[in-house]
């Protein structure tokens, strides 16, 4: 049957409706395991969360239980598109895929021949979390050496400051939340972005009586299933997670017997926060004492809490220092030592999967420049600090992504894409806002139209997702345009090229003893290390055993460190001693008396899902929370358009009055599509790509601005 758009009907009638398993591909540490009906006709369903998998244990978002608007959406691209006319024009032709692949093989050669094979950039990230569709584009890369990609933009902070302390990216099996006494859930609006989370946390209030704790920057709707919710200030986790140890050091709550055994300098962190009491923190996060005294008395006194700690929190210039510092409350208290107790935040560490044939990793030339994701916008505008003091970068394929959306310092990033000179192929499910700035736009499958392999960041579950359904005949899956590529740029010889996904999956697994063909049978495998090992009872993942409260932080190995080409980032000479608030963020003067933040929206992630009628109906429209007090002083009142602005540009808004948003704080949810914004401009433009200490990453939610009614 020939596909129709809007239709996808392209698997034969299969006689009667099926049920197929697969996973969640979008960029959640969730990688939730999926039922998926699959009708007579080929279509697919309802989408439901697995009840045989114990971490989704049945439950998913909304965003992908409705993933069948998603795969038969009418604005699905469906063939290769070549730009006519001026960039991001928007005026296209259809063109086949060979001349599609030959134009851009062409680009590449043209590209390397004037400037050197560093002129080519292949970017991509998560759009897909599938190792095999995500990361080939790897392979093509080092093949070729084309100029590398450093991938900071997501979770170098928060990984760099846990590992400064337990040494290893591990922790305790988060399907332990439903064994905890208490949950503190910090810096990650789980309700929106990490569902299952609250499965397993609500489990403990229903079984255990267990209190939960909130730690965020804003009532969003994490907070409001609150027993004890704390709103504080962005940016300043580390100076509540100092007072909080400062109070169990005073009132008896630190299991010194613990420490002494498991930590580094606990005699010298005790004499460091004798000085970061509780009143201390209340000037910097805007807490009350009081509040900072009932967490610590409650944490102190419950030995299985349970420390999950998210991404938000760490999205700031300090945010490395902060998870660090909220690590170490866990260790203070020895919570480590309990079922339902400890700090967890990544099961990164536990997957022992053999990526160096699929990524080329043998191909790797130390000597080829690295270039930072988050800087893109700095990267293509000819900053030359950002470009390695090399040459120009002139073409570029990008899969996975949506840089002209979700970068920081939007408007370098777009005056870039715009240069005459720079050749983009753009890797797509819809026309986003990077596609509609690209030379040639390719259709791409969606995650039930190939077969990949997925691991969940958020527990312990390597998944398999087969191929379920037929694709339209005119989408091609990202490893068939790098192959394809390949063999144009006369690199398919080499390993790792030219084999199926299957092969490239059972090419992964040597540590596990099965293929391909087991894991279909078996649909994940359970890597949760044994319980001594996920709560470092025989020692942390430093040489000695011991947790850093003293962490090393420009020598302690960290899994995304950049290489030694880039060095250190940031203001890294500032980073404290012991666990400390290091005012490194963007604080607020007198042309800047607001902090923003950009948390994620609740029916989008990144910026998909902003395509679906039923997400932007549920959202609304680009808005920014301001406080009453806040918008009464500056004349603005509910649904006024507002601008805000610094040094990176300005934007117009509709303003939303809540006292959600704390007073001096300014909060935008979600990446919406830039042409949503009044002015054709996205959040972005106010955020800024300066790297955080010590290892990079993106400051997104730490900007100062200045706010004003617009008056035009």
Same mark, same amino acid.
Request: charged share 25%; glycine share 10%; with cysteine.
């Given at each position: 049957?020939?596909?129709?758009?809007?239709?996808?009907?392209?698997?034969?009638?299969?006689?009667?409706?099926?049920?197929?398993?697969?996973?969640?591909?979008?960029?959640?540490?969730?990688?939730?395991?999926?039922?998926?009906?699959?009708?007579?006709?080929?279509?697919?369903?309802?989408?439901?969360?697995?009840?045989?998998?114990?971490?989704?244990?049945?439950?998913?978002?909304?965003?992908?239980?409705?993933?069948?608007?998603?795969?038969?959406?009418?604005?699905?691209?469906?063939?290769?598109?070549?730009?006519?006319?001026?960039?991001?024009?928007?005026?296209?032709?259809?063109?086949?895929?060979?001349?599609?692949?030959?134009?851009?093989?062409?680009?590449?050669? &043209?590209?390397? $021949? =004037?400037?050197?094979?560093?002129?080519?950039? %292949?970017?991509?990230? #998560?759009?897909?979390?599938?190792? /095999?569709?995500?990361?080939?584009?790897?392979?093509?890369?080092?093949?070729?050496?084309?100029?590398?990609?450093?991938?900071?933009?997501?979770?170098?902070?928060?990984?760099?400051?846990?590992?400064?302390?337990?040494?290893?990216?591990?922790?305790?099996?988060?399907?332990?939340?439903?064994?905890?006494?208490?949950?503190?859930?910090?810096?990650?609006?789980?309700?929106?972005?990490?569902?299952?989370?609250?499965?397993?946390?609500?489990?403990?209030?229903?079984?255990?009586?267990?209190?939960?704790?909130?730690?965020?920057?804003?009532?969003?709707? &994490?907070?409001? $299933? =609150?027993?004890?919710?704390?709103?504080?200030? %962005?940016?300043?986790? #580390?100076?509540?997670?100092?007072? /909080?140890?400062?109070?169990?050091?005073?009132?008896?709550?630190?299991?010194?017997?613990?420490?002494?055994?498991?930590?580094?300098?606990?005699?010298?962190?005790?004499?460091?926060?004798?000085?970061?009491?509780?009143?201390?923190?209340?000037?910097?996060?805007?807490?009350?004492?009081?509040?900072?005294?009932?967490?610590?008395?409650?944490?102190?006194?419950?030995?299985?809490?349970?420390?999950?700690?998210?991404?938000?929190?760490?999205?700031?210039?300090?945010?490395?220092?902060?998870?660090?510092?909220?690590?170490?409350?866990?260790?203070?208290?020895?919570?480590? $030592?309990?079922?339902?107790?400890?700090?967890?935040?990544?099961?990164?560490?536990?997957?022992?999967?053999?990526?160096?044939?699929?990524?080329?990793?043998?191909?790797?030339?130390?000597?080829?420049?690295?270039?930072?994701?988050?800087?893109?916008?700095?990267?293509?505008?000819?900053?030359?600090?950002?470009?390695?003091?090399?040459?120009?970068?002139?073409?570029?394929?990008?899969?996975?992504?949506?840089?002209?959306?979700?970068?920081?310092?939007?408007?370098?990033?777009?005056?870039?894409?715009?240069?005459?000179?720079?050749?983009?192929?753009?890797?797509?499910?819809?026309?986003?806002?990077?596609?509609?700035?690209?030379?040639?736009?390719?259709?791409?499958?969606?995650?039930?139209?190939?077969?990949?392999?997925?691991?969940?960041?958020?527990?312990?579950?390597?998944?398999?997702?087969?191929?379920?359904?037929?694709?339209?005949?005119?989408?091609?899956?990202?490893?068939?345009?790098?192959?394809?590529?390949?063999?144009?740029?006369?690199?398919?010889?080499?390993?790792?090229?030219?084999?199926?996904?299957?092969?490239?999956?059972?090419?992964?697994?040597?540590?596990?003893?099965?293929?391909?063909?087991?894991?279909?049978?078996?649909?994940?495998?359970?890597?949760?290390?044994?319980?001594?090992?996920?709560?470092?009872?025989?020692?942390?993942?430093?040489?000695?055993?011991?947790?850093?409260?003293?962490?090393?932080?420009?020598?302690?190995?960290?899994?995304?460190?950049?290489?030694?080409?880039?060095?250190?980032?940031?203001?890294?000479?500032?980073?404290?001693?012991?666990?400390?608030?290091?005012?490194?963020?963007?604080?607020?003067?007198?042309?800047?008396?607001?902090?923003?933040?950009?948390?994620?929206?609740?029916?989008?992630?990144?910026?998909?899902?902003?395509?679906?009628?039923?997400?932007?109906?549920?959202?609304?429209?680009?808005?920014?929370?301001?406080?009453?007090?806040?918008?009464?002083?500056?004349?603005?009142?509910?649904?006024?358009?507002?601008?805000?602005?610094?040094?990176?540009?300005?934007?117009?808004?509709?303003?939303?009055?809540?006292?959600?948003?704390?007073?001096?704080?300014?909060?935008?949810?979600?990446?919406?599509?830039?042409?949503?914004?009044?002015?054709?401009?996205?959040?972005?433009?106010?955020?800024?790509?300066?790297?955080?200490?010590?290892?990079?990453?993106?400051?997104?939610?730490?900007?100062?601005?200045?706010?004003?009614?617009?008056?035009?």
């Amino acid at each position: 049957m020939e596909y129709r758009k809007a239709m996808n009907v392209a698997t034969p009638n299969l006689g009667k409706p099926t049920i197929g398993h697969s996973v969640c591909p979008h960029d959640c540490p969730s990688a939730c395991a999926l039922d998926i009906e699959i009708g007579a006709d080929g279509r697919i369903g309802k989408v439901r969360g697995s009840a045989d998998n114990s971490y989704t244990a049945g439950v998913i978002c909304a965003k992908v239980a409705r993933y069948a608007d998603r795969l038969y959406h009418p604005d699905r691209l469906m063939k290769p598109l070549r730009r006519r006319g001026e960039k991001g024009g928007g005026d296209w032709q259809e063109i086949s895929w060979e001349a599609a692949l030959d134009e851009i093989a062409n680009a590449f050669v &043209t590209a390397e $021949q =004037a400037h050197g094979s560093e002129a080519v950039w %292949p970017y991509y990230y #998560a759009g897909t979390m599938g190792q /095999v569709q995500r990361d080939s584009i790897d392979r093509l890369r080092h093949a070729k050496r084309y100029s590398g990609f450093f991938d900071s933009i997501c979770t170098n902070t928060a990984w760099t400051g846990y590992v400064m302390g337990t040494g290893s990216l591990r922790g305790p099996d988060p399907r332990e939340m439903a064994k905890a006494d208490c949950v503190v859930i910090w810096g990650t609006n789980a309700v929106a972005t990490q569902v299952n989370v609250m499965t397993h946390a609500t489990r403990a209030r229903k079984e255990r009586g267990a209190k939960l704790v909130v730690i965020d920057i804003y009532d969003n709707p &994490t907070m409001k $299933q =609150a027993d004890l919710a704390l709103k504080l200030r %962005p940016g300043t986790d #580390a100076a509540l997670a100092c007072a /909080v140890m400062h109070i169990a050091f005073r009132d008896g709550y630190a299991d010194r017997p613990y420490m002494e055994k498991f930590a580094d300098d606990p005699a010298g962190l005790e004499a460091h926060l004798s000085t970061r009491g509780p009143e201390w923190a209340a000037a910097i996060t805007g807490l009350s004492v009081e509040e900072i005294e009932a967490f610590a008395r409650l944490v102190g006194e419950t030995k299985r809490t349970f420390f999950r700690l998210g991404y938000g929190f760490t999205r700031s210039r300090n945010g490395s220092v902060s998870m660090h510092a909220a690590a170490s409350v866990a260790t203070v208290l020895g919570s480590w $030592q309990y079922e339902g107790g400890g700090a967890f935040h990544n099961n990164g560490a536990i997957f022992r999967l053999d990526k160096r044939e699929l990524m080329g990793l043998d191909m790797v030339d130390p000597e080829i420049r690295e270039l930072d994701q988050s800087q893109i916008g700095r990267v293509l505008t000819g900053d030359p600090v950002a470009l390695r003091h090399r040459g120009p970068v002139t073409a570029m394929l990008i899969q996975n992504t949506n840089p002209a959306n979700i970068a920081p310092e939007q408007r370098l990033v777009k005056r870039g894409f715009l240069r005459d000179d720079l050749f983009v192929a753009v890797h797509e499910h819809f026309m986003t806002d990077t596609a509609k700035l690209a030379d040639i736009v390719l259709p791409a499958t969606m995650f039930v139209e190939h077969d990949d392999l997925y691991r969940g960041g958020g527990h312990q579950h390597i998944l398999l997702g087969p191929k379920l359904v037929e694709p339209p005949s005119t989408v091609r899956t990202n490893l068939f345009v790098i192959d394809e590529l390949a063999k144009r740029l006369g690199v398919a010889h080499l390993p790792g090229f030219g084999l199926s996904e299957r092969e490239h999956i059972t090419r992964m697994l040597p540590h596990y003893e099965t293929d391909y063909d087991g894991l279909a049978e078996e649909k994940w495998i359970d890597c949760q290390p044994d319980f001594e090992t996920a709560h470092f009872a025989k020692g942390f993942g430093h040489p000695d055993g011991k947790f850093r409260f003293r962490p090393d932080w420009t020598a302690t190995p960290a899994p995304n460190q950049p290489p030694a080409s880039i060095g250190l980032l940031g203001p890294h000479q500032a980073l404290p001693a012991f666990p400390d608030y290091v005012a490194v963020i963007e604080t607020v003067d007198d042309a800047h008396p607001f902090r923003l933040a950009t948390p994620p929206a609740r029916t989008y992630l990144n910026s998909s899902f902003t395509e679906m009628k039923w997400s932007r109906e549920r959202e609304g429209r680009p808005e920014v929370m301001v406080h009453p007090a806040d918008a009464e002083a500056n004349g603005v009142a509910d649904g006024d358009i507002v601008r805000l602005g610094n040094g990176r540009g300005e934007i117009r808004l509709h303003a939303k009055i809540t006292d959600a948003a704390k007073p001096g704080v300014l909060i935008a949810e979600g990446v919406w599509p830039n042409d949503t914004h009044l002015d054709g401009e996205g959040i972005n433009v106010l955020t800024g790509a300066d790297p955080v200490a010590p290892y990079g990453g993106a400051a997104l939610h730490d900007n100062r601005v200045w706010l004003a009614k617009d008056t035009a």
